[in-house]
């Protein structure tokens, strides 16, 4: 049984990794922490987590001495500066913000604008995606936790990358997400009168993610490329659907690609490549840590597309988070974790 | 370990029985059966349920020989003709359906415009609100679990009833369901672009719901009442939020109140008394057995309002009836519907 | 041509009277004033409203005085600062917000907890309900707008007063809000993955809109009567849906109420009185200035069950403010506002 | 005044014609027919449209020989039986479906799957996008109205096609939909429970939208070519938002791109081009005919990004047939559409 610290428990990433951590069978919450909500029971915080067994109030962000691991999850900026007395005190360290996914500094200073504070550590952190860095994970201290967005789209790629059937100048992502994605914080762009029924897009070539994906898509293909990402705001809550589209070299069926992704995910539980009559769709996959990815081949074009479909608080965030954990403590990767979407 | 079947699983309720049984430690999905899918496999019809672990096809309804329960998730008028052989065969039996929650056949008959087929049972079956009628749940080999609106309209008003304090010619109860209650049935009325943004009223002082109701709190007061129910639909996926009003007898303060209700219910793990400064919000509950109540007493009028929030699939359906399931097995109670709301 | 004014005109009933305004067709938006806003142009604030004919920029809300009518839009405590100069200065007013709607400086102290600053007008104002005041607002040059939920439940109860039919000591009324009836700030309420899928109660027997509607309904019933009021918040944008109970004095069909409803509102262009088979839903009068009403009898306990459905920013603000108006300047009272719902 | 026919009266497309011509000052709704509602009243069919003014009653298709002009909001397979009485009896048609929009017959039958039954009026037909046809739509009888997403997608690259600036093999449309894109017709996919919180991709490389766009798109570049597009399900009612992604040629900056599109549309009364710090949002546009368009240029790929949005019931079908319907009368092409959105 490991005891667990959450820094950032406050807010819904921070919630996630609480439900699915409540349950978790090798897995103690032990301290949450929240600057702004000190010595407040959870409960009051997610009235979703009043559970009798779950008595717990929040504390400083120092206060983790006794846990085993510590989850970060902090806005970039933040986890830079926590993690070195925890690395040194011989616990481990899962960051779900942004800080230790860039291996490179000078591009994490350039799309952050921000010093980082810990670089030391940057080449040392491991970029958690399991179905790609799995053995990695196992063997480091300090995961830096995917994005949402980023999940999806490295996902959605990464068979394409290693076969080096693309045309790496072509890459074009289209994300959609749900509105938890931009926190808990307030804001008019998530005050439910306007962002019901509302559809846009934002950060246009300029969202962090971009570095990100280009990091892992040009490590997959073994050469550098560059894409255009571009995300959307939907009415939704949760969910992440990716839609990406480039050109290929060497494919002529649907047939062809879907069998090149079954057989790249052959042995992952969480992904599931649909066959040819289904597309994913983010409502069989919420709450859950599950992928759904489905690819079209246009002979007109010569073009795939390839559709990803994930919660961004479970897969894009908290769930794989836990599947990190688990894979670092040698454990089940699917411990506390391995639960079906909430339908409808 | 218990071998389950699950009649009528193609639905809503069916799927949310699926979705806490796959993880049930005790349990195990034997038999799934549904008129119109027989030879499909489950993944086709809840894509949410594609577990590896689960590589279920549908069955016929009569394909039940070896399961220990059976649970019974088709409309009213179906499971009259179902239990009798089950019952003969020494199986046990959780209706989710209505044939087994009125004990009088004369209201059955009035109320639901069909001749029940199999009357015999009626008084045997026990309704299956656990915190009401634990002992004889335990005791039972029929359970006719509750509707959606009375789970949270009885558990909202037991205290009053038993404590003798409600002037019981003045109960007034709206309910306000989201969409999922209707089932996954289309209609024009749950066509996205219509039930979007729309608030509605239907089945005003006709709703087959009245009549279960009256029975449960008119046992628990001891007296034969009447209600006004009024049953609203609203653009949410899941939840129930019944607000109940009612004139009261020897009452003074919310105080008053909420020690009442906290005393009624201190032994109840899934139910929630709030205190003076909250109040429910199904947002709370949704995905969970969770129930949420709390109570304002109104010395302007004398009246008291008593709000109660659940998730209508989980405890006003399917994670009830496992409840019920727990109970009837002897195992503790709480066995695979343990488990906090999905929040956001 | 009368020249308008509109003082905090950045709020969601701000935005609602310049959409109806713009194309009045004998009103001209002259002057917007807003703290917050001024100097900025309205197309940077409602980007809705970026008509070419339309180049309005903030000013201050002293700003008004070329105006022939002035709406005031601003919280309670604003208003009855700004009325004076402006009756003095021979303009009108009309107050969408609460401080001209009550006639009891009493009860307008201890239900706003303010001390009135403008008293004198209290009794002046005339309450800007034109189905029930019409003539009272031909002559006058104060009108104080009815509230969303008080102008559902007395359209809703205003036969049944008038007609000395109800049981005044019974009256419940249950409402169901859209998040618009927050208005444009933000809270934790509002945010969209709080506020979809969320059904709550709130203000149980302390809302302020308790006060108006007991003053309006007794007048109407010729005797002091108390109401029981609980308002909700549906994830909805827009929409009031009220549901209204109470006892009746001989009444024995809902026929009867149904013609009793017909006669009452026979010449009320803005009121649809539903016939047996239909009840109102919101979504047949959202953007609109009509109110749906329906009503049902329940012989099994004497009881009537009134539904109505209105949009809380039009009929509920700001289109009945401009039906207002068009009384005061003696015009066709449908000027502007006579536009049929945004279906679906 | 123009007598006004509706074919096709009681779907979505229908009921916006409605709603906008109800108040149009020169045209004068004469017939309307539905094959499935003969003989019904409009009030029954669209609740929302019971104005006493409009004492509409459902006719029979053929009735439609004293109408100046006729509005088909048939399916394709429908209009195409329909026009050549009309054309010939002297009347007007804008056809709202697909028969007329496709200039190729052999393009036709290869997306549509079926053999066009009048292919000598498909030349004569005009493509009903004002912005571009404008001239020849002031001198047809015949207009095919454009396609949802074909009218954002082609006014968002039009000043591109024109200037040359584009590379044509590199378009990318993605394209969000709200539900009510597609239709009243209800479906497992359209259900609330289903659709709320769901996003899904659709027709990917099959999208009878595809060669409708090619072709004008063709036309703006003076050179054939093909496009891949992916329309996505989004949990919205009503609203397209289009996005755009293709390489450039001799462009550096946003600001050029910027001005390219002010200069482009600076005529146009229902295009508004955003500067720089703002980009579309569907909610500023809902109801209304106008189209919000933003262009990014991204230097680190040398790509635009261009998003359009528009409401797919109003200037992607109803209110810009009313704007052809204005310019083929030689009216103000603003008659009775020159209404802002309505927000939130």
């Not at 008595?55 to 902090?74: G, Q």
């Not at 030391?120 to 995606?129: C, I, N, R």
């Not at 306007?194 to 990091?215: F, K, S």
Request: charged residues 20%.
């Amino acid at each position: 049984m490991w005891n667990i610290g959450i820094v950032g428990a406050s807010g819904y990433a921070g919630g996630e990794l609480m439900r699915f951590l409540a349950r978790h069978p090798r897995a103690k919450i032990r301290a949450i922490a929240s600057r702004s909500h000190v010595g407040k029971p959870l409960s009051e915080v997610f009235p979703s987590l009043s559970l009798p067994d779950l008595p717990l109030k929040f504390v400083n962000t120092t206060d983790m001495d006794d846990c085993d691991l510590v989850f970060l999850a902090v806005p970039h900026g933040v986890a830079h500066n926590l993690v070195e007395p925890l690395l040194k005190n011989g616990q481990k360290v899962i960051d779900i913000g942004a800080d230790f996914r860039i291996k490179n500094l000078d591009i994490y200073t350039k799309w952050y604008g921000i010093e980082h504070k810990a670089p030391q550590y940057m080449s040392e952190a491991v970029y958690g995606l399991p179905e790609i860095h799995r053995k990695d994970i196992k063997n480091t201290s300090l995961v830096g936790n995917p994005g949402c967005y980023p999940t999806s789209a490295i996902l959605g790629l990464a068979p394409l990358m290693k076969a080096g059937l693309a045309d790496l100048d072509t890459i074009v992502i289209d994300s959609l997400s749900g509105v938890s994605g931009a926190g808990r914080g307030e804001g008019a762009l998530y005050h439910f009168p306007h962002a019901a029924d509302n559809c846009l897009a934002y950060g246009v070539g300029t969202h962090r993610h971009v570095p990100e994906i280009e990091q892992e898509l040009s490590a997959l293909a073994g050469e550098e490329l560059k894409i255009t990402f571009t995300p959307h705001l939907v009415p939704a809550v949760r969910g992440i659907l990716s839609t990406i589209t480039l050109k290929l070299k060497d494919v002529s069926s649907t047939e062809q690609l879907t069998k090149l992704y079954e057989e790249f995910y052959k042995d992952e539980y969480f992904i599931r490549v649909l066959t040819k009559d289904r597309l994913p769709q983010t409502k069989n996959v919420l709450g859950s840590n599950f992928c759904e990815l489905g690819v079209r081949f246009d002979p007109r074009v010569n073009r795939a597309v390839v559709v990803a479909a994930i919660d961004n608080l479970a897969k894009g965030a908290a769930s794989q988070a836990i599947q990190n954990m688990n894979i670092m403590a040698d454990w089940d990767e699917k411990l506390g974790i391995d639960q079906p979407a909430m339908y409808p």
